[in-house]
């Protein structure tokens, strides 16, 4: 078990996502960077889609009554075990009675604490993320609170032959120096002139406050719509089209764009404008309010390879700590 | 006879979502030829169980697809969407869904409360959304408003935002379509069950949040239930399904209570009809169709 003896910022118990109920109005959520959870599981010897601990801008600092290996991986933060300084992206060992202590991010939003064996919280259709909009799944559907109690599952056979294991430095992403967010254009872009869509590509954008689980509202280039008369049942603005279902990672425009996220909802009558490549949601998700971003436009199959050299990648990963 | 008049649909536009998402625009305009599109080609999908495909969401005038690139390649998906496509004929096409009494509580104090705090957010500042949907379609009252709203069955033909939420077009010829702007600026707040309208569409917002539609009432039930204690949830959390019929009643403020009252014991049981839907027959003569199909409700 681990208790919270403080939560940070947001941190919620994540795992890969929530499938199938996308048309009754689910969202997906999970690990918002899936990359650096999934590492983090590989670490401890979990499955992937083991429950990790996901903490935002601020990690918490929770304390273990049993001897655990865990691993923290994602956004760059200071951690320590009872004040010794651990390294993050390798597998560590901490011991019943041992305070975990995680810092501030100060490379990346998001990092994840992967404890070997999971964290098993009750599973709701098949997953254990969190949704806090409505207060689903994870851990009595909300972000952890000082005092919570985390039950864990069964370690791993074998999991304490991992502690010292590392991520070779090499595929460790420097989430800052990520600044090109790949876009595949199309969904309902006709309703932008040909300037406005050129603008989205060659300007910066800069994450605003409102950035989120459910979608980081960028700031930048004025958006420009082609004028039309609106077409029945979609509402008089612009920006409306007749209500249709948003792709996970697709960008929405009501005035400033939003890119939704793993929490967002699915679906509305905003035009939706391109959609945020697989790989270039967990980057995203690791923005920090007021950095900067460019849209980068690819087609499909970039986009498809991109998804499949990071799953080469991550084979590597594993492979190195088996 | 009044009629539904069919629209001939333009090719459809298939859109990639990123690597795992097909997104299928079947019209920019609502229609029920472009609705029971999206629900006759999603339920063939579904039927086909395609490896790779694991969510299939139909819409108002489109659907949308998400997969595994790594099963089934994007451009497989749309070649399989088109070929569902051309297998699907709507002439020959019915389904099996349900018709559910809806009682609503129009001009009800929650939601009255909550616009009159938001006025500043509309266009009309100074009439209520429902004064000002009335006349913006041409009624003489919010009474005779009312009555046409609750006076003909909504088929659900989309469901998102959030869990639960419905989104619903009224069973009537276009001439006869109910259609409003939605606020100028969406509302922070919005009470849970609220019956709001926007576009040509009545929502039912299961939670409390934020919203832009025209507030008219509330209904007692719920469209969620994420506890699952009402018999009606014992399968889904969520009780609308696209493709169900809706038939908006309009009670009195001790009906509604009423009904909470039992809603909230647990011990409610939605009234609820199974017909077979036929679109041929619906186009026909919608009239006539949404009485046959009330009966079945109302006896």
């Given at each position: 078990?681990?208790?919270?003896?403080?939560?940070?910022?947001?941190?919620?118990?994540?795992?890969?996502?929530?499938f199938?109920?996308?048309?009754?109005?689910?969202?997906?959520?999970?690990?918002?960077?899936?990359?650096?959870?999934?590492?983090?599981?590989?670490?401890?010897?979990?499955?992937?889609?083991?429950?990790?601990?996901?903490?935002?801008?601020?990690?918490?600092?929770?304390?273990?009554?049993?001897?655990?290996?865990?691993?923290?991986?994602?956004?760059?933060?200071?951690?320590?075990?009872?004040?010794?300084?651990?390294?993050?992206?390798?597998?560590?060992?901490?011991?019943?009675?041992?305070?975990?202590?995680?810092?501030?991010?100060?490379?990346?939003?998001?990092?994840?604490?992967?404890?070997?064996?999971?964290?098993?919280?009750?599973?709701?259709?098949?997953?254990?993320s969190?949704?806090?909009?409505?207060?689903?799944?994870?851990?009595?559907?909300?972000?952890?609170?000082?005092?919570?109690?985390?039950?864990?599952?069964?370690?791993?056979?074998?999991a304490?032959?991992?502690?010292?294991?590392?991520?070779?430095?090499e595929?460790?992403?420097?989430?800052?120096?990520?600044?090109?967010?790949?876009?595949?254009?199309?969904?309902?872009?006709?309703r932008?002139?040909?300037?406005?869509?050129?603008?989205?590509?060659?300007?910066?954008?800069?994450?605003?406050?409102?950035?989120?689980?459910?979608?980081?509202?960028?700031?930048?280039?004025?958006?420009?719509?082609?004028?039309?008369?609106?077409?029945?049942?979609?509402?008089?603005?612009?920006?409306?089209?007749?209500?249709?279902?948003?792709?996970?990672?697709?960008?929405?425009?009501?005035?400033q764009p939003i890119?939704?996220?793993?929490?967002?909802?699915?679906?509305?009558?905003?035009?939706?404008?391109?959609?945020?490549?697989?790989?270039?949601?967990?980057?995203?998700?690791?923005k920090?309010?007021?950095?900067?971003?460019?849209?980068?436009?690819?087609?499909?199959?970039?986009?498809?390879?991109?998804?499949?050299?990071?799953?080469?990648?991550?084979?590597?990963?594993?492979?190195?700590?088996? | 006879?009044?009629?539904?008049?069919?629209?001939?649909?333009?090719?459809?536009?298939?859109?990639?979502?990123?690597?795992?998402?097909?997104?299928?625009?079947?019209?920019?305009?609502?229609?029920?030829?472009?609705?029971?599109?999206?629900?006759?080609?999603?339920?063939?999908?579904?039927?086909k169980?395609?490896?790779?495909?694991?969510?299939?969401?139909?819409a108002?005038?489109?659907?949308?697809?998400?997969?595994?690139?790594?099963?089934?390649?994007?451009?497989?998906?749309?070649?399989?969407?088109?070929?569902?496509?051309?297998?699907?004929?709507?002439?020959?096409?019915?389904?099996?869904?349900?018709?559910?009494?809806?009682?609503?509580?129009?001009?009800?104090?929650?939601?009255?409360?909550?616009?009159?705090?938001?006025?500043?957010?509309?266009q009309?500042?100074?009439?209520?959304?429902?004064?000002?949907?009335?006349?913006?379609?041409?009624?003489?009252?919010?009474?005779?408003?009312?009555?046409?709203?609750?006076?003909?069955?909504?088929?659900?033909?989309?469901?998102?935002?959030?869990?639960?939420?419905?989104?619903?077009?009224?069973?009537?010829?276009?001439?006869?379509?109910?259609?409003?702007?939605?606020?100028?600026?969406?509302?922070?707040?919005?009470?849970?069950?609220?019956?709001?309208?926007?576009?040509?569409?009545?929502?039912?917002?299961?939670?409390?949040?934020?919203?832009?539609?025209?507030?008219?009432?509330?209904?007692?039930?719920?469209?969620?239930?994420?506890?699952?204690?009402?018999?009606?949830?014992?399968?889904?959390?969520?009780?609308?399904?696209?493709?169900?019929?809706?038939d908006?009643?309009?009670?009195?403020?001790?009906?509604?209570?009423?009904?909470?009252?039992?809603?909230?014991?647990?011990?409610?049981?939605?009234?609820?009809?199974?017909?077979?839907?036929?679109?041929?027959?619906?186009?026909?003569?919608?009239?006539?169709?949404?009485?046959?199909?009330?009966?079945?409700?109302?006896g």
């Open positions: 078990m681990i208790t919270v003896s403080r939560p940070g910022v947001l941190s919620t118990v994540q795992d890969l996502g929530r199938g109920q996308y048309h009754i109005g689910m969202p997906p959520s999970g690990a918002m960077d899936p990359f650096a959870h999934r590492v983090g599981n590989y670490l401890v010897g979990n499955d992937e889609d083991a429950a990790t601990i996901e903490m935002t801008y601020q990690g918490g600092a929770f304390e273990f009554d049993e001897d655990r290996v865990v691993a923290l991986c994602g956004a760059t933060m200071a951690a320590t075990i009872d004040d010794e300084p651990i390294n993050m992206w390798e597998a560590v060992s901490v011991e019943a009675g041992q305070t975990l202590d995680i810092q501030y991010a100060s490379n990346g939003a998001r990092s994840y604490l992967a404890v070997a064996g999971g964290v098993d919280v009750e599973p709701l259709m098949d997953s254990r969190t949704y806090t909009l409505i207060g689903l799944g994870g851990y009595e559907g909300r972000s952890l609170e000082e005092g919570d109690e985390l039950a864990l599952g069964a370690p791993p056979e074998g304490t032959d991992r502690i010292g294991s590392a991520v070779d430095d595929y460790i992403p420097d989430y800052d120096s990520i600044d090109s967010i790949r876009v595949v254009f199309g969904l309902c872009d006709y932008l002139t040909d300037a406005c869509k050129e603008r989205m590509t060659t300007e910066p954008w800069t994450v605003t406050p409102d950035a989120d689980r459910v979608g980081y509202r960028l700031e930048g280039p004025e958006l420009e719509f082609v004028e039309r008369e609106q077409p029945f049942g979609a509402g008089t603005d612009q920006s409306n089209v007749v209500d249709l279902g948003y792709p996970v990672g697709s960008i929405q425009v009501p005035q890119v939704l996220m793993q929490d967002a909802v699915t679906g509305g009558g905003y035009a939706t404008v391109g959609t945020v490549i697989s790989v270039d949601r967990g980057y995203l998700a690791q920090r309010t007021h950095q900067e971003l460019y849209f980068e436009s690819v087609n499909v199959d970039d986009a498809v390879a991109a998804r499949k050299a990071q799953q080469e990648t991550l084979a590597t990963i594993r492979k190195s700590l088996e | 006879m009044s009629t539904i008049e069919r629209v001939t649909l333009p090719d459809p536009r298939y859109e990639f979502g990123g690597d795992d998402h097909v997104f299928v625009e079947l019209d920019e305009a609502m229609s029920f030829d472009a609705n029971f599109e999206a629900m006759a080609i999603t339920q063939q999908l579904r039927k169980d395609i490896d790779g495909i694991f969510e299939i969401c139909p108002n005038a489109s659907y949308m697809v998400r997969f595994e690139p790594e099963t089934i390649d994007p451009h497989t998906v749309v070649e399989t969407l088109k070929s569902v496509a051309e297998e699907t004929d709507l002439s020959e096409y019915q389904w099996d869904t349900r018709i559910v009494d809806f009682p609503v509580l129009y001009e009800d104090e929650w939601t009255h409360e909550t616009l009159m705090r938001f006025r500043d957010n509309h009309d500042p100074d009439a209520t959304d429902l004064e000002y949907s009335a006349q913006l379609n041409g009624f003489d009252s919010v009474d005779e408003f009312i009555g046409a709203h609750a006076g003909a069955p909504h088929m659900v033909t989309m469901v998102g935002f959030v869990p639960g939420l419905p989104w619903c077009f009224q069973m009537v010829p276009k001439d006869e379509q109910i259609e409003v702007p939605k606020y100028v600026q969406p509302r922070t707040d919005t009470p849970s069950r609220a019956v709001g309208y926007g576009g040509a569409f009545t929502a039912i917002y299961p939670v409390q949040g934020a919203g832009g539609y025209q507030l008219y009432g509330r209904t007692p039930l719920e469209v969620l239930d994420t506890d699952q204690n009402l018999a009606d949830f014992a399968e889904s959390m969520v009780f609308p399904q696209p493709g169900d019929i809706l908006f009643r309009r009670i009195d403020r001790t009906e509604y209570d009423e009904i909470r009252e039992q809603i909230e014991a647990g011990t409610y049981e939605y009234t609820i009809e199974s017909v077979s839907f036929s679109p041929e027959e619906f186009f026909a003569d919608p009239h006539g169709y949404n009485e046959m199909l009330t009966e079945v409700l109302r």
